[in-house]
Each structure stands twice: as structure tokens, then as C-alpha cells.
């Protein structure tokens, strides 16, 4: 593997329950790299984060580069308001000192105090956040990211998307991102992968034409340039 | 008062403290009904024990074994939801442990009875118990992450497979001890309510799993000296205490 390549993914497949989820994917991470995976509902791009976390089985050939650390933020957690806790146990989970949760804090731009707090009594924006702090314990090289924006106004998703950029500058970080969001592709990613079941299209975001989004959205294409502007 | 009564009161102090305990972790993976059909898993097992003059947690225990593994195994077999399972296994056992319990046992078997623990079956449970703890106490962050989401608990390396192994091995023990002290009807709220309580007065993980401890405990504590002032069956009175501090928590609710 090249010095500079993080994650290397050759002819992937995976099968769930006798059904094909994904076919024959082929792509390369390179240290730094947004990577932004696309595609519709049901298309399997979570599936390929869980497969990539290496939580799912699969066929063919995933090389991570060696030694590397992966922090991985859900979609979603909707059984952690049955658990009452705070903020400062989510973290303890993890075995964190409470040295790094402070530095932690002060990344993702919440105060100190946050600690004590229940996590059901937090809106959706700072969960979102602590979500980021948790996968940012120990320090891993590698993001990834499963539409971090799902349940959140405009305003938070933008301070999300700044939140990304500015820990991907500060710490150096190789980000994958699943989204729905084009603007954010646009703006944020390095390289596009588009999704659905196979691999529809692989590259620079300048590369992404309408046809190609047609072909991967079908119908809704216009639905979404509309939300870009 | 009585050593007898001194043995019982001790026993059921440690036990309802692991059960409660327990129980909060239950009440987290959304298994709040599980120890109620286990209790009447227990039964069959409970009624050989009684014939062969046995202890009634040693012959529950095998056969809360037999019926975890049952419902595992039907579970590999069909492809129904693991509710319907035990669904069927609790009923099954339920109609069994009927038919095998002798009748002037029966009442024993189903609301419990303190007033027969000795001094060694005391110190069984009071060891059975603390063993109980230690191991939910190991398992309890991993189970925790799990319940909230098993995606991010595989993601950090946590065998799931063997912590739930582990979890149902301790439901069952637990179960075990419980049906001597409140029978196999009443063991599921031994450790659903103590959890519950707590639940409705804590805002962290800490405070909830020490109240569920705590009020495990009070209430087999309270629940028997009811008992001693009363004459009144113990098992029912020490779930009616531990309901009585649910329903004050509803009040005191944060």
C-alpha cells in the first residue's frame, strides 16, 4: 500500500440475509481526504461504514493502512434516552481522563459544564457535537460519519459542517462522510463516491454532472439542486 | 428476633440488592418482562426440588438453564420474534410445574417463603449474591454501550455475544435466588421495580444503578419486618413495599 493511502477497498461485497447490499465496490482513501459517499435511501451507504468499521461481513478486500485508529459517529442513538445518564458518563464508557474530555470539549466548541448534564436534556445540535466528541476520544486519524445532519435545523447543520472542517485542520483528520446533502459535497469533500447498491460514479466533486445525479437519484434530482441554492 | 428470622432478613437484604441492581440494566435493554416469565420457568424446577427434598433455587436454576436454552434453540429453529418464545416456554413450564409442584407446596413455590431459609442456605445466597454483583458490576459499562447501541459497542471492539452470555447467565441466577424469597410469581417485579423506582428519581447512571440497589434492598428489609409484625405472607408484602416507593417517586419524580 502507498505511503499516503489510508484505506484501500477493492471489489467489496456485501450480502445481508441472502440479499446483495453491496457490489463489486472499489475505492482508495488518501491521508487528509474528505470522502463523501451519496446516494438514496436504501443504498447501502451505512451499510458500507459498518462494513468498513469491520462490524458487518463481507467479501473482497478492505486494507486499512496499518496501525490507524477509526472514530465513528451513528446516525442516530434512539434507545440512549432510556438510559439516564450524563454527559461525563457517556464519556467514562470510553475509559477517558478527564483531561481529554476537557481538550475534547474545547474542540467541538461546548463548555466545561456540559459534563454534569443529562444527555436527554441536550437539544439535538449539542448531541450531535458530544456524538463528534465521543468518536474523537483517543484520538483516531479517521472519521467516519453517517449523516451527521439527520434531525437538525438549518443553522446547527451549518455549524456541523463548520465544526468538520475545522477539526479536520486542527487534528489532520481523514474524514468519510455519508450525506444526502450535495451543498455539503460541494463544499466539503475532496472526493464523491456515489452509491446505490453498486458504485455509480468515483471522483472530484467538480465531477459529479446532472446526469450522473439523475442516474443516481433518479426523479428527485431537481428536488436537490433546488435545496443547493 | 428470632436466628431464623435473622437468616431470612439477611438473604433477602443481599438478593434483592443483586436483583435490583440487575434489574437496572434490564430495564435499560428494554427486558423489563423477562424475569417474569423466568419466574414461571423456574416452577418445574422448583417442584422437583420440593419432592426431592432439595433447595428450591438449585432445582430453579437448571431449569431456568433448560429454558434459556430452549428459547435459543427454537430461536436458531423459526424465524418467530424471541417475545413469542418465551411466550410459549413460560406458559409450557407454567402448566408443567402445575402438575409437578405438590399441592401444599404450591402456594410456597408461586409467593415464596422465607420462613424456611437456614443457616446455610443463608450463606449461600448472601455468596451467590455478591458473586452476582461482582460479575453484572464487570459487564455493566459494555452493557450499557450495547444497549444504547450495539453498532458503536461492536465498533469498540466489545464481544456482544459473550457480555449477553454472561447478562443471562446472571438473570437466571438471579431468578433462582429470587424464588425463595418472593416465589416464582413475584420475582420479576423483585427486580423490574427497584430499577424503575429508580429510574423516576436519578439524572445519571450512577445515582440510578446505586438506587436500584439501595431500594432492592429497603424494600426485602422492610418487606420482612412487615412480615414478622403481620404474619402476612412475605413475598407479596415485600413487592407491595417496593410498589409503595414507585408510587412515591412518581410524586418526587425529576
Same mark, same amino acid.
Given at each position: 500500500?502507498?505511503?499516503?493511502?489510508?484505506?484501500?477497498?477493492?471489489?467489496?461485497?456485501?450480502?445481508?440475509?441472502?440479499?446483495?447490499?453491496?457490489?463489486?465496490?472499489?475505492?482508495?482513501?488518501?491521508?487528509?481526504?474528505?470522502?463523501?459517499?451519496?446516494?438514496?435511501?436504501?443504498?447501502?451507504?451505512?451499510?458500507?461504514?459498518?462494513?468498513?468499521?469491520?462490524?458487518?461481513?463481507?467479501?473482497?478486500?478492505?486494507?486499512?493502512?496499518?496501525?490507524?485508529?477509526?472514530?465513528?459517529?451513528?446516525?442516530?442513538?434512539?434507545?440512549?434516552?432510556?438510559?439516564?445518564?450524563?454527559?461525563?458518563?457517556?464519556?467514562?464508557?470510553?475509559?477517558?481522563?478527564?483531561?481529554?474530555?476537557?481538550?475534547?470539549?474545547?474542540?467541538?466548541?461546548?463548555?466545561?459544564?456540559?459534563?454534569?448534564?443529562?444527555?436527554?436534556?441536550?437539544?439535538?445540535?449539542?448531541?450531535?457535537?458530544?456524538?463528534?466528541?465521543?468518536?474523537?476520544?483517543?484520538?483516531?486519524?479517521?472519521?467516519?460519519?453517517?449523516?451527521?445532519?439527520?434531525?437538525?435545523?438549518?443553522?446547527?447543520?451549518?455549524?456541523?459542517?463548520?465544526?468538520?472542517?475545522?477539526?479536520?485542520?486542527?487534528?489532520?483528520?481523514?474524514?468519510?462522510?455519508?450525506?444526502?446533502?450535495?451543498?455539503?459535497?460541494?463544499?466539503?469533500?475532496?472526493?464523491?463516491?456515489?452509491?446505490?447498491?453498486?458504485?455509480?460514479?468515483?471522483?472530484?466533486?467538480?465531477?459529479?454532472?446532472?446526469?450522473?445525479?439523475?442516474?443516481?437519484?433518479?426523479?428527485?434530482?431537481?428536488?436537490?439542486?433546488?435545496?443547493?441554492? | 428476633?428470632?436466628?431464623?428470622?435473622?437468616?431470612?432478613?439477611?438473604?433477602? $437484604?443481599?438478593?434483592?440488592?443483586? %436483583?435490583?441492581?440487575? &434489574?437496572?440494566?434490564?430495564?435499560?435493554?428494554?427486558?423489563?418482562?423477562?424475569?417474569?416469565?423466568? !419466574?414461571?420457568?423456574?416452577?418445574?424446577?422448583?417442584?422437583?426440588?420440593?419432592?426431592?427434598?432439595?433447595?428450591?433455587?438449585?432445582? %430453579?436454576?437448571?431449569?431456568?438453564?433448560?429454558?434459556?436454552?430452549?428459547?435459543?434453540?427454537?430461536?436458531?429453529?423459526?424465524?418467530?420474534?424471541?417475545? %413469542?418464545?418465551?411466550?410459549?416456554?413460560?406458559?409450557?413450564?407454567?402448566? $408443567?410445574?402445575?402438575?409437578?409442584?405438590?399441592?401444599?407446596?404450591?402456594?410456597?413455590?408461586?409467593?415464596?417463603?422465607?420462613?424456611?431459609?437456614?443457616?446455610?442456605?443463608?450463606?449461600?445466597?448472601?455468596?451467590?449474591? $455478591?458473586?452476582?454483583?461482582?460479575?453484572? @458490576?464487570? $459487564?455493566?459499562?459494555?452493557?450499557?454501550?450495547? @444497549?444504547?447501541?450495539?453498532?458503536?459497542?461492536?465498533?469498540? &471492539?466489545?464481544?456482544?455475544?459473550?457480555?449477553?452470555?454472561?447478562?443471562?447467565?446472571?438473570?437466571? %441466577?438471579?431468578?433462582?435466588? !429470587?424464588?425463595?424469597?418472593?416465589?416464582?410469581?413475584?420475582?420479576?417485579?423483585?427486580?423490574?421495580?427497584?430499577?424503575?423506582?429508580?429510574? @423516576?428519581?436519578?439524572? @445519571?447512571?450512577?445515582?440510578?444503578?446505586? &438506587?436500584?440497589?439501595?431500594?432492592?434492598?429497603?424494600?426485602?428489609?422492610?418487606?420482612?419486618?412487615?412480615?414478622?409484625?403481620?404474619?402476612?405472607?412475605?413475598?407479596?408484602?415485600?413487592?407491595?413495599?417496593?410498589?409503595?416507593?414507585?408510587?412515591?417517586?412518581?410524586?418526587?419524580?425529576?
Amino acid at each position: 500500500m502507498e505511503k499516503d493511502i489510508v484505506l484501500k477497498v477493492e471489489n467489496l461485497d456485501v450480502e445481508l440475509e441472502g440479499e446483495r447490499i453491496l457490489e463489486n465496490l472499489s475505492f482508495e482513501v488518501k491521508e487528509g481526504e474528505v470522502l463523501t459517499i451519496l446516494g438514496p435511501n436504501g443504498a447501502g451507504k451505512t451499510v458500507l461504514l459498518k462494513t468498513l468499521l469491520g462490524i458487518l461481513p463481507y467479501q473482497g478486500e478492505i486494507e486499512w493502512k496499518k496501525g490507524v485508529k477509526i472514530g465513528y459517529v451513528p446516525q442516530r442513538l434512539p434507545f440512549i434516552k432510556d438510559v439516564p445518564m450524563s454527559v461525563k458518563e457517556f464519556f467514562d464508557l470510553k475509559n477517558v481522563s478527564g483531561k481529554e474530555s476537557e481538550e475534547i470539549l474545547g474542540s467541538i466548541g461546548l463548555e466545561k459544564d456540559i459534563l454534569e448534564k443529562k444527555i436527554g436534556d441536550l437539544s439535538s445540535g449539542q448531541f450531535q457535537r458530544i456524538l463528534v466528541g465521543w468518536a474523537l476520544v483517543g484520538n483516531p486519524q479517521v472519521l467516519l460519519f453517517d449523516e451527521p445532519m439527520t434531525g437538525i435545523d438549518i443553522s446547527g447543520q451549518e455549524s456541523v459542517y463548520n465544526l468538520l472542517e475545522k477539526l479536520r485542520k486542527e487534528r489532520n483528520l481523514t474524514i468519510l462522510l455519508v450525506t444526502h446533502d450535495l451543498s455539503i459535497v460541494y463544499k466539503l469533500a475532496t472526493n464523491c463516491l456515489c452509491l446505490n447498491k453498486k458504485m455509480l460514479c468515483y471522483g472530484a466533486p467538480k465531477e459529479l454532472t446532472s446526469e450522473r445525479l439523475s442516474q443516481l437519484y433518479g426523479g428527485k434530482i431537481k428536488f436537490y439542486r433546488h435545496s443547493h441554492e | 428476633m428470632s436466628n431464623q428470622f435473622l437468616f431470612s432478613l439477611i438473604s433477602g $437484604i443481599f438478593i434483592g440488592g443483586a %436483583a435490583g441492581y440487575l &434489574g437496572s440494566l434490564m430495564l435499560t435493554k428494554r427486558m423489563a418482562l423477562v424475569g417474569d416469565a423466568l !419466574g414461571h420457568v423456574a416452577l418445574p424446577g422448583m417442584g422437583l426440588a420440593l419432592l426431592f427434598g432439595l433447595d428450591v433455587s438449585f432445582g %430453579a436454576f437448571l431449569f431456568l438453564l433448560l429454558g434459556i436454552f430452549l428459547i435459543w434453540l427454537f430461536e436458531i429453529k423459526t424465524s418467530l420474534p424471541m417475545e %413469542a418464545l418465551v411466550g410459549v416456554v413460560f406458559v409450557a413450564s407454567l402448566a $408443567i410445574g402445575f402438575l409437578i409442584v405438590p399441592e401444599p407446596e404450591l402456594l410456597e413455590a408461586l409467593f415464596g417463603d422465607i420462613s424456611k431459609v437456614s443457616f446455610e442456605m443463608a450463606i449461600v445466597s448472601i455468596i451467590f449474591s $455478591i458473586l452476582i454483583f461482582l460479575m453484572i @458490576n464487570r $459487564i455493566y459499562p459494555k452493557m450499557i454501550l450495547a @444497549n444504547i447501541s450495539d453498532d458503536l459497542a461492536k465498533s469498540e &471492539g466489545i464481544k456482544i455475544k459473550k457480555q449477553n452470555f454472561i447478562y443471562l447467565l446472571s438473570i437466571a %441466577a438471579i431468578v433462582a435466588l !429470587g424464588v425463595k424469597i418472593v416465589g416464582s410469581l413475584l420475582v420479576g417485579a423483585l427486580v423490574i421495580i427497584p430499577a424503575a423506582t429508580a429510574r @423516576n428519581l436519578s439524572k @445519571n447512571l450512577k445515582e440510578y444503578s446505586l &438506587g436500584s440497589v439501595v431500594l432492592g434492598i429497603l424494600s426485602c428489609l422492610f418487606g420482612s419486618l412487615l412480615f414478622k409484625v403481620t404474619y402476612l405472607p412475605a413475598g407479596p408484602l415485600i413487592i407491595l413495599t417496593s410498589t409503595f416507593f414507585f408510587l412515591i417517586s412518581l410524586i418526587l419524580k425529576r
